[in-house]
């Protein structure tokens, strides 16, 4: 018998930056939510082979070896002679706007540690451990606790961005999340290259996403106010759309998400934005039935084709995990 960690955590939905290349303040900041599916649920345990054993898709397998070596990199000693066997049992799928690469990797960080049971870092200290947290620290705060977030931004590029808002969103409320299978969004390199080729975003523009996510999107959801909430969330989506549109194509990255959006506002539908890059569309509606009304909308339209359409819930917890003993 050998102990083994199983983790379980959501993902990340982000819906918009407050800042980019300011001549003055923090940078970055932006706000979003954990949603309980796609999730990710990964099993590690000790390996007795002499090196790590991954069990996953080729691009997460890549993702977990590197926040292995970051781990090895920035930790104690007692790391280095350790070697883990790693499994996934369900994956959040890369580069479509849910924040996949900071959830696998602090769910190997966490399951590191819980699995050694020495120190107890929190999250953010797990996060610099695994280099996450360049840009966005909502998935890091997502992970940690789960709910609705706004991050203020850093000032420094080797901080990690501080957290302003972290609060549960109305269980009732349910997510549509519409994606594309014909086109990824992006990420790393190509995302921070993108991000270049953008001038500096107006202190007006800050000012007015600041307001919409403090003035009304965050009393919106303290008061469960759905009408309020989804009208200042696609009013937030398409602000910071218009910004990156020269980088990403238009408000939003895939051009049938262009439609579909116009499609739906004329049908009365609100709280749309996309999720980080995209190309997923999140709509964010007051129940059930709702939501499946929306739902319908779209298959009948034709979106279903080549859109994959998933409801899903609020996750307002962090990672969930459990420490057993295995074969």
Not at 43 to 64: C, E, F, R, Y
Not at 161 to 172: H, I, K, Q, T
Not at 203 to 228: D, G, H, W, Y
Request: proline share 5%.
């Amino acid at each position: 018998m050998s102990p083994e960690v199983i983790l379980t955590t959501g993902s990340r939905l982000h819906w918009g930056l407050l800042s980019l290349a300011p001549q003055a303040g923090r940078e970055f900041g932006g706000i979003g939510l954990m949603v309980d599916e796609p999730r990710l649920v990964l099993s590690l345990k000790p390996s007795s082979t002499g090196q790590d054993v991954v069990n996953a898709s080729s691009g997460s397998a890549a993702k977990i070896h590197t926040a292995l070596h970051a781990l090895r990199n920035n930790s104690p000693e007692c790391l280095q002679d350790q070697f883990f066997s790693i499994a996934l049992h369900s994956e959040i799928p890369q580069h479509c706007g849910f924040g996949s690469g900071t959830q696998l990797s602090l769910a190997v960080a966490q399951a590191v540690q819980e699995l050694n049971q020495s120190e107890t870092l929190t999250t953010v200290e797990l996060a610099r451990r695994v280099e996450r947290g360049a840009r966005s620290a909502l998935g890091i705060y997502g992970f940690a606790a789960g709910g609705f977030m706004v991050e203020t931004g850093k000032q420094k590029s080797a901080e990690i961005s501080p957290l302003a808002v972290r609060a549960d969103f109305p269980e009732d409320w349910k997510i549509l999340l519409v994606t594309p299978q014909d086109q990824a969004g992006i990420s790393g390199v190509i995302e921070a290259d993108a991000i270049q080729q953008l001038g500096p975003m107006p202190i007006s523009l800050t000012e007015k996403l600041c307001r919409l996510a403090l003035m009304q999107l965050t009393p919106a959801v303290l008061e469960s106010n759905f009408r309020e909430f989804a009208g200042g969330l696609t009013e937030f989506g398409h602000v910071v759309g218009e910004y990156f549109q020269p980088a990403q194509g238009g408000i939003l990255a895939h051009p049938r998400m262009r439609d579909l959006e116009q499609l739906l506002i004329s049908q009365g539908v609100q709280g749309i934005a996309q999720t980080s890059w995209g190309p997923t569309l999140s709509i964010v509606c007051p129940g059930d039935d709702e939501a499946a009304v929306v739902s319908s909308l779209i298959r009948e339209a034709g979106y279903g084709e080549y859109c994959s359409l998933r409801i899903v819930n609020p996750l307002n917890r962090g990672a969930h995990s459990e420490r057993r003993e295995s074969d």
